[in-house]
């Protein structure tokens, strides 16, 4: 059964700050997706990676994909408050990780 | 077309009581899967369509749960004889085929079973 493991679950940190959320899957996967949430909201979409070595970047989020190692990450550059949410990242047919919830702090 | 359609939006509903949500996905989009998000929770996969065939169903469902998308549009999902643990948020994502400019989710529909 595929699992998704997204570490840290928690994550809080202050403005101007670099951090990284990682996500770990369990089976062979050529396509991983990344999610933003904010509280009672729905989910949308950040990032769709669609092969190995991939890399998106959009404003301070940047997202990569190794699929050898079954590992994606979302780095946060320069952090500012805007960006907390709780972050998802979803594997193949969409099945999703626990979240990351970040908070960022003045 | 605006996005994906979900209705209603709450729904508050006594204990075995049978509930239906709808979902209308983007016109174009061939893939509608539902999940199902409690709170602190990622969304947790409950089945997913091709068109108008349902392609996988997970089997953590009871049998109370049931869903359709008869015209390969528009998607129902029906619980029966609701329970408190069924409270949750109901959320509903359409792609084309493949998934490869990603998905995009409806609001939801929030179920609080009383």
């Known amino acids: 059964e595929l699992k998704v493991e997204q570490n840290p679950l928690f994550l809080s940190m202050q403005e101007g700050k670099n951090y990284t959320i990682y996500c770990n899957y369990s089976t062979t996967s050529d396509r991983l997706y990344w999610y933003r949430q904010d509280p009672g909201k729905s989910l949308e979409s950040l990032f769709v990676?669609?092969?190995?070595?991939a890399v998106k970047q959009e404003g301070r989020l940047m997202a990569s994909l190794d699929t050898k190692a079954r590992l994606s990450t979302l780095h946060i550059t320069a952090a500012v408050h805007d960006l907390s949410a709780t972050y998802f990242c979803a594997v193949d047919d969409m099945r999703f990780g626990a979240g990351t919830r970040l908070t960022v702090k003045p | 077309d605006t996005g994906v359609s979900q209705d209603p939006r709450h729904k508050i509903t006594k204990r075995g009581q049978n509930v239906t949500f709808r979902c209308d996905p983007i016109?174009?989009?061939?893939?509608l899967y539902w999940y199902r998000q409690t709170l602190g929770q990622g969304p947790e996969f409950l089945t997913y369509f091709q068109n108008e065939a349902q392609l996988e169903k997970s089997r953590l469902l009871s049998d109370r749960f049931s869903a359709e998308r008869p015209k390969g549009s528009f998607s129902t999902l029906e619980i029966q004889r609701t329970e408190q643990g069924d409270s949750a948020m109901y959320l509903c994502?359409?792609?084309?085929?493949?998934?490869?400019?990603?998905?995009?989710f409806g609001s939801g529909t929030r179920l609080t079973v009383v």
């Open positions: 990676l669609l092969s190995n070595g």
């Open positions: 016109s174009e989009h061939n893939r």
């Open positions: 994502a359409s792609s084309p085929t493949g998934g490869v400019g990603g998905y995009t």
